[in-house]
Each structure stands twice: as structure tokens, then as C-alpha cells.
């Protein structure tokens, strides 16, 4: 390819032409499936249609149908809303960056989008693939999935639940179909995300119908939203009600006005905000992936420690201070006292035992005053939020996963922001820029600069590629990784200095084992 040509490639729809930068061929906006309105919407994605001649694929596709976002949202610069993208049902589309339109079969590295399954998309220039494709020589794709009530409304009407998470199957049955015309390897092909996306990947792990379609899994930041039927049908049974409905309807639903629907969910966010339900990924995130018995035939975490992905290598990790993102900068925050703190884990953890809050309190504050960190009632609260919600569930999938697959690797990511003067620490999403490699620009005052930052960002990028092409992170810019068992608990640490540890905050760790509720 030269760097002046327009790339073309034949993919099995039909023919595509992209645009070169800087040595990649770079494809936007490629559908993956048919748009799923009309007719189509609730129901399972189908195949896109062929088209003749060459399709033009130099622009981004929109994104899926969802509120505007506001609030963390203006910290990353966009990264968890559509920005200036439309928005459209006709969203199932994709991006490719790759070094060559070869026969060179590189590894291919799929970027599952955040946003909590009510925002986002795979065109986020936070998600921007090409300095990941350049420095591993590996195919990078981003995609765009169903979101909130249209991506994962449950209801037997509607033929279950998980549209959205069927959605990213297509996307990945795409990559099997078509990568290899695109110079990837579609028997090395890794699935990673991050929040939502991270929570995806490890959903995917226990879904049937992505059984070989991928071969190595990254989740990062993964989060613990109830999966339940129960919880899913109470969510639909509101979201009904908004809408005019008293039970499921689904010519009604299909037809009517998407701004109808998103209009629904904005106002079911707002009253769950106000009543303080919203929860550490904010109000509104009900909708999600569910246990269906169907596409989704048990928990993520019980499938995985049952072995349903016992052939797939895993990375996994959260960072140290995820839950700072929703509440660091809130009004009157700083000035928790420790009665305001137990009354939340009470709340949010311990089902009103305040005894048993307390001890967890306790707990917590002990370790941190021991480690030498800021134990005030906030940061007390934060870190107690944190591990309940990102952290230990992560953990579980590892130990889960460690039982039949030894090539699992696990990570805490501390680097701190210096935005609004360190108040965010190494808060939620805040090492996406470092893996993609977009820690500059409009982004450089979230992850800051200097010599430590860019050799961060370089270890991690190495580690993800490392990773992508052997199923393995280790690579000469990190010391060893060795890999994660529930006896060891090895880790490593991705901060201004990258080392292991093994068993990182077992305090903590052993702390919310006592009080971690069951599976919802």
C-alpha cells in the first residue's frame, strides 16, 4: 500500500474503501449487521446486506441510540457518549485499523466500548486503534452494540433479553468472516473493554454462541451490576409504565418513536438520581446484559468457574481508586464524616447491618492508616466502593478462571490524575488513553506528562500486545508477570514504577469476602 492510495478490500458483503494514515489502511464505519429498526428492533441482529460497487468507508458510523451524557462524561473528553456522532439505529457498524492488507495474519485486537450499557461508542477517539495497530503490528477493530432499553429491555414478548450482547456476537462472527482479507489472523483473535465493555468481555466468556470466537480475553475495570431475571423484569416493568404500557407490546414497542423511548429512560435515570438509586455507575444503568437461561445460561462468574472458557487466556484488572471518578468531585463530598460513611456501606454493602458496616469501616481505615495512605470517612468510603464494586468481583473471575486455565494474569493500575488537582487519583477509565495510547491532546491534562507517563503508557501498550499475540504479558519493559493463582495472588502493579506484588490490599480483599452479597 502506498501512502497516497485509497485502500480497497472485498469482504464477503461487498467491496470497501478506506483511507491511509501514517502507513495504516484505515476502514470506518463498516456495518457489521442490518440496522435493527423497524421490524428489526428486539430482535436478534441479522446479517448486513451486500452492496454493489465500492462502499465508501473514510467516514465514522453512527452511534447507538442513547441520552446525551453529561457529568464524568466532560472529563474524558467525550469517551462515554456519542460526542458529535449521530445517533441512529442503523449503528451496527465497525472500524478497522491495520498495518496491511496482506497475507501476514496478525493478531487482531477487538475494543469492547463503556458507558455503563446506556452510552458510548467504539468511534471514541480515546478508543482511536493506531498506535496499538503500528507499535504491535496487529489489527485493531472497534464496534458500536445496542444500549439500554433497546439493546437489553427483558421481556419473553420480545424473545428474551441481550440484543446488545448479541450484537457484539455478530461483531466478532464478522472478524471470523472478514479479518483475514483485512491481514489479521482469525484464530488469534483477542476481545478487551473496559467498564461495561470490561463487563462484556467477561460475559462473553460465559456465552455459548461466542465459543470460539475469540481466544483471549483483557477485561478491564469490570463492574457488578444485578444480572438477574428479577431485577431485569422490575426494570422493564418501569420502563413500560413510562412509556404508556401496562404490560409488553411488541408491535407497540417497535413502532414507536426512538425519542419516545430514550426520552423513558432519561426520566427513569433522573427519578432513580433523585431517589439515590443511581448506584457508582450512575443512575439508569439497569439495563444490561441478564441471565437468561437462554443466551446467557448462568452468571458470568459461576460459568467461568465452571470452565466455559477454560481454552482462553485471561488479563484482568481494575484501578486503585475507580469509584473516585462518581464522587470526587461532588458537592460536599470532602466533607464525609465517618456516621455518613458507615450509613452508605450500610446501605450499599451490608443490607442496614450497621455492625457489621462498621467492622468493614474499620477494616479499611486500619489498612490504610498502616499502609500510610489517606484514611479520612471519604477515602475510607471510596476504597470500600471501589472493591465492592470493581475490584473483588474481578478477583473472583480470576480465581474462577485460575482453576482451568493457567495462563491467567491480573493487574492494579495506580497511577494517579493530576486533574482538579489529584482529587480523582487513579480513578475509573483513567488507563484507556495509556493502553490505546492516546495520552495526549485533549487528553493530556487527565493523564498528565513526562518521562514516567509515556514509559507507563509503553509498558502497558507492550503488556496488551504481548499479550494479544502469545497469550502471554510478559515483555522486556516489565519485570517478570507471573501468572495469577488464588494461593499467590500475584499482581502487577502499573503505576510510576511497574512491579508485582503479591496479594495487594489483602486487608481489603479479606475484608469484603465477609460481606460480598451472593450472586443477583
Same mark, same amino acid.
Given at each position: 500500500?502506498?501512502?497516497?492510495?485509497? *485502500?480497497?478490500?472485498?469482504?464477503?458483503?461487498?467491496?470497501?474503501?478506506?483511507?491511509?494514515?501514517?502507513?495504516?489502511?484505515?476502514?470506518?464505519?463498516?456495518?457489521?449487521?442490518?440496522?435493527?429498526?423497524?421490524?428489526?428492533?428486539?430482535?436478534?441482529? #441479522?446479517?448486513?446486506?451486500?452492496?454493489?460497487?465500492?462502499?465508501?468507508?473514510?467516514?465514522?458510523?453512527?452511534?447507538? =441510540?442513547?441520552?446525551?451524557?453529561?457529568?464524568?462524561?466532560?472529563?474524558?473528553?467525550?469517551?462515554?457518549?456519542?460526542?458529535?456522532?449521530?445517533? %441512529?439505529?442503523?449503528?451496527? /457498524?465497525? /472500524?478497522?485499523?491495520?498495518?496491511?492488507?496482506?497475507?501476514?495474519?496478525?493478531?487482531?485486537?477487538?475494543?469492547?466500548?463503556?458507558?455503563?450499557?446506556?452510552?458510548?461508542?467504539?468511534?471514541?477517539?480515546?478508543?482511536?486503534?493506531?498506535?496499538?495497530?503500528?507499535?504491535?503490528?496487529?489489527?485493531?477493530?472497534?464496534?458500536?452494540?445496542?444500549?439500554?432499553?433497546?439493546?437489553?429491555?427483558?421481556?419473553?414478548?420480545?424473545?428474551?433479553?441481550?440484543?446488545?450482547?448479541?450484537?457484539?456476537?455478530?461483531?466478532?462472527?464478522?472478524?471470523?468472516?472478514?479479518?483475514?482479507?483485512?491481514?489479521?489472523? *482469525?484464530? /488469534?483473535?483477542?476481545?478487551?473493554?473496559? %467498564?461495561?465493555?470490561?463487563?462484556?468481555?467477561?460475559?462473553?466468556?460465559?456465552? =455459548?454462541?461466542?465459543?470460539?470466537?475469540?481466544?483471549?480475553?483483557?477485561?478491564?475495570?469490570?463492574?457488578?451490576?444485578?444480572?438477574?431475571?428479577?431485577?431485569?423484569?422490575?426494570?422493564?416493568?418501569?420502563?413500560?409504565?413510562?412509556?404508556?404500557?401496562?404490560?409488553?407490546?411488541?408491535?407497540?414497542?417497535?413502532?414507536?418513536?426512538?425519542?419516545?423511548?430514550?426520552?423513558?429512560?432519561?426520566?427513569?435515570? #433522573?427519578?432513580?438520581?433523585?431517589?439515590?438509586?443511581?448506584?457508582?455507575?450512575?443512575?439508569?444503568? %439497569?439495563?444490561?446484559?441478564?441471565?437468561?437461561?437462554?443466551?446467557?445460561?448462568?452468571?458470568?462468574?459461576?460459568?467461568?468457574?465452571? $470452565?466455559?472458557?477454560?481454552?482462553?487466556?485471561?488479563?484482568?484488572?481494575?484501578?486503585?481508586?475507580? %469509584?473516585?471518578?462518581?464522587?470526587?468531585?461532588?458537592?460536599?463530598?470532602?466533607?464525609?464524616?465517618? *456516621?455518613?460513611?458507615?450509613?452508605?456501606?450500610?446501605?450499599?454493602?451490608?443490607? $442496614?447491618?450497621?455492625?457489621?458496616?462498621?467492622?468493614?469501616?474499620?477494616?479499611?481505615?486500619?489498612?490504610?492508616?498502616?499502609?500510610?495512605?489517606?484514611?479520612?470517612?471519604?477515602?475510607?468510603?471510596?476504597?470500600?466502593?471501589?472493591?465492592?464494586?470493581?475490584?473483588?468481583?474481578?478477583?473472583?473471575?480470576?480465581?474462577?478462571?485460575?482453576?482451568?486455565?493457567?495462563?491467567?494474569?491480573?493487574? @492494579?493500575?495506580?497511577?494517579?490524575?493530576?486533574?482538579?488537582?489529584?482529587?480523582?487519583?487513579?480513578?475509573?477509565?483513567?488507563?484507556?488513553?495509556?493502553?490505546?495510547?492516546?495520552?495526549?491532546? #485533549?487528553? @493530556?491534562?487527565?493523564?498528565?506528562?513526562?518521562?514516567?507517563?509515556?514509559?507507563?503508557?509503553?509498558?502497558?501498550?507492550?503488556?496488551?500486545?504481548?499479550?494479544?499475540?502469545? $497469550?502471554? =504479558?510478559?515483555?522486556?519493559?516489565? =519485570?517478570?508477570?507471573?501468572?495469577?493463582?488464588?494461593?499467590?495472588?500475584?499482581?502487577?502493579?502499573?503505576?510510576?514504577?511497574?512491579?508485582?506484588?503479591?496479594?495487594?490490599?489483602?486487608? #481489603?480483599?479479606?475484608?469484603?469476602?465477609?460481606?460480598?452479597?451472593?450472586?443477583?
Amino acid at each position: 500500500m502506498s501512502q497516497g492510495s485509497a *485502500p480497497e478490500v472485498t469482504t464477503t458483503r461487498g467491496r470497501l474503501r478506506g483511507v491511509m494514515q501514517e502507513g495504516l489502511a484505515v476502514f470506518r464505519g463498516v456495518p457489521y449487521a442490518a440496522a435493527p429498526e423497524g421490524p428489526r428492533r428486539f430482535r436478534a441482529p #441479522e446479517p448486513a446486506e451486500a452492496w454493489e460497487g465500492v462502499r465508501d468507508a473514510t467516514t465514522l458510523g453512527a452511534a447507538a =441510540p442513547q441520552p446525551p451524557r453529561q457529568g464524568v462524561a466532560s472529563i474524558f473528553a467525550g469517551a462515554f457518549s456519542a460526542g458529535d456522532l449521530p445517533v %441512529s439505529e442503523d449503528c451496527l /457498524n465497525l /472500524n478497522v485499523w491495520t498495518p496491511g492488507l496482506d497475507d501476514a495474519r496478525r493478531p487482531v485486537m477487538v475494543w469492547v466500548h463503556g458507558g455503563g450499557f446506556r452510552t458510548g461508542t467504539g468511534a471514541s477517539p480515546m478508543y482511536d486503534g493506531a498506535t496499538l495497530a503500528r507499535r504491535g503490528d496487529v489489527v485493531v477493530v472497534t464496534f458500536n452494540y445496542r444500549l439500554g432499553p433497546v439493546g437489553f429491555l427483558y421481556a419473553e414478548e420480545l424473545g428474551g433479553a441481550n440484543f446488545g450482547l448479541l450484537d457484539q456476537v455478530a461483531a466478532l462472527q464478522w472478524v471470523q468472516d472478514e479479518v483475514r482479507a483485512f491481514g489479521g489472523d *482469525p484464530d /488469534n483473535v483477542t476481545i478487551f473493554g473496559e %467498564s461495561a465493555g470490561g463487563k462484556s468481555v467477561e460475559t462473553l466468556l460465559g456465552t =455459548p454462541a461466542a465459543r470460539g470466537l475469540f481466544h483471549r480475553a483483557i477485561v478491564q475495570s469490570s463492574h457488578d451490576p444485578p444480572m438477574g431475571v428479577e431485577q431485569a423484569t422490575g426494570a422493564t416493568s418501569q420502563f413500560l409504565a413510562e412509556v404508556g404500557l401496562t404490560q409488553p407490546d411488541a408491535e407497540r414497542l417497535r413502532a414507536m418513536p426512538l425519542n419516545d423511548l430514550i426520552a423513558a429512560q432519561v426520566r427513569l435515570a #433522573e427519578a432513580a438520581m433523585a431517589a439515590g438509586a443511581g448506584g457508582v455507575l450512575g443512575a439508569g444503568a %439497569s439495563f444490561g446484559p441478564v441471565v437468561d437461561g437462554d443466551v446467557l445460561p448462568a452468571h458470568p462468574r459461576e460459568a467461568t468457574a465452571a $470452565g466455559s472458557a477454560a481454552d482462553v487466556t485471561l488479563l484482568i484488572g481494575t484501578n486503585l481508586d475507580e %469509584s473516585r471518578l462518581f464522587g470526587a468531585a461532588a458537592p460536599g463530598m470532602a466533607d464525609m464524616d465517618r *456516621p455518613a460513611a458507615l450509613a452508605r456501606i450500610a446501605a450499599t454493602l451490608t443490607a $442496614g447491618d450497621e455492625a457489621r458496616a462498621a467492622a468493614t469501616y474499620e477494616a479499611y481505615r486500619a489498612a490504610r492508616e498502616q499502609r500510610g495512605d489517606r484514611h479520612a470517612p471519604v477515602d475510607v468510603w471510596f476504597a470500600v466502593q471501589t472493591d465492592r464494586t470493581f475490584r473483588y468481583p474481578s478477583i473472583l473471575v480470576a480465581e474462577g478462571q485460575a482453576q482451568h486455565q493457567p495462563a491467567t494474569y491480573m493487574y @492494579l493500575f495506580t497511577q494517579p490524575s493530576p486533574l482538579y488537582e489529584g482529587v480523582l487519583g487513579s480513578c475509573h477509565a483513567l488507563e484507556i488513553p495509556f493502553v490505546f495510547g492516546t495520552n495526549r491532546g #485533549e487528553l @493530556l491534562p487527565l493523564t498528565g506528562k513526562g518521562d514516567a507517563v509515556e514509559a507507563l503508557a509503553t509498558a502497558m501498550q507492550d503488556a496488551w500486545i504481548a499479550f494479544a499475540r502469545t $497469550g502471554d =504479558p510478559n515483555h522486556g519493559g516489565l =519485570p517478570l508477570w507471573p501468572a495469577f493463582t488464588d494461593r499467590r495472588r500475584a499482581t502487577m502493579v502499573l503505576g510510576s514504577q511497574q512491579d508485582v506484588a503479591y496479594g495487594p490490599l489483602e486487608a #481489603e480483599r479479606q475484608a469484603m469476602a465477609e460481606v460480598f452479597p451472593p450472586l443477583r
